[in-house]
């Protein structure tokens, strides 16, 4: 079975700050997908980023990239210089070839911003 | 392109009652699936589709029941109301539910209150 955890239930941060939040997933097959998701205030699911299991290189977008560590089984989320309208919950994910029926969740992580 | 369309966005039923979710994406995606999202547990799937005609459980299907005789269309339907079931549902669609590199889209969320 896949599981994603996430250790940080919030994270408060300066403006133009870089700011990483953790992910670890745990998976038995090799082939499979991470992805991180932000849910601002409003609501929506805005996916901001993935990283294939056999991609060598960490994923980026803009100012989003994925600290991506195979052995350690981790995908931090690296967020450079950040802005007010960062402040939102981040969500980890994983989809396995498996069970790419089914992305898996962790439980989040609430980041502010402050001025 | 309107993506991932969900209606209503608020609805208050009473307990035994009944209602269907509405989802329609333009995108003519495969995979169609609908989570709840309940504080502190993340995104639980709670059915999916790979294809019109094609069905199956996620996670916590009690009390719900789908249908897909489109591939626009993958409505929820709550079968008789509890409270357990207030939550925040969305529907997420993907080009496919058999590659695990394929992210979800999501709609904008229909948040439920059982009373």
């Known amino acids: 079975a896949q599981k994603i955890t996430q250790t940080q239930p919030g994270m408060f941060v300066q403006e133009k700050e870089a700011v990483t939040l953790d992910c670890t997933y745990d998976t038995s097959d090799q082939s499979y997908g991470l992805f991180w998701y932000k849910q601002p205030s409003s609501g929506e699911m805005i996916f901001l980023i993935y990283q294939g299991s056999y991609d060598e290189q960490n994923a980026t977008e803009g100012r989003y990239s994925l600290n991506f560590q195979k052995a350690r089984k981790s995908a931090n989320l690296v967020i450079s210089a950040s802005q007010l309208g960062d402040s939102a919950m981040y969500f980890c994910?994983?989809?396995?070839?498996?069970?790419?029926?089914?992305?898996?969740f962790g439980q989040g992580t609430r980041l502010t911003i402050n001025p | 392109n309107a993506g991932v369309t969900q209606t209503p966005k608020f609805q208050v039923l009473k307990t035994g009652q009944s209602m269907t979710l509405q989802c329609a994406q333009d995108?003519?995606?495969?995979?169609m699936s609908w989570y709840r999202q309940d504080p502190g547990m993340g995104l639980r799937l709670i059915h999916y589709s790979v294809g019109a005609g094609i069905t199956d459980q996620g996670e916590v299907p009690n009390g719900y029941n789908v249908s897909r005789s489109t591939t626009e269309d993958f409505p929820l339907r709550l079968l008789s109301a509890a409270p357990s079931q207030t939550s925040v549902y969305f529907c997420a669609s993907s080009a496919t539910g058999f590659s695990y590199n394929s992210p979800l889209h999501f709609g904008n969320g229909t948040r439920l209150t059982v009373t």
């Open positions: 994910a994983m989809r396995s070839i498996q069970g790419a029926q089914k992305l898996v």
């Open positions: 995108m003519n995606h495969e995979y």
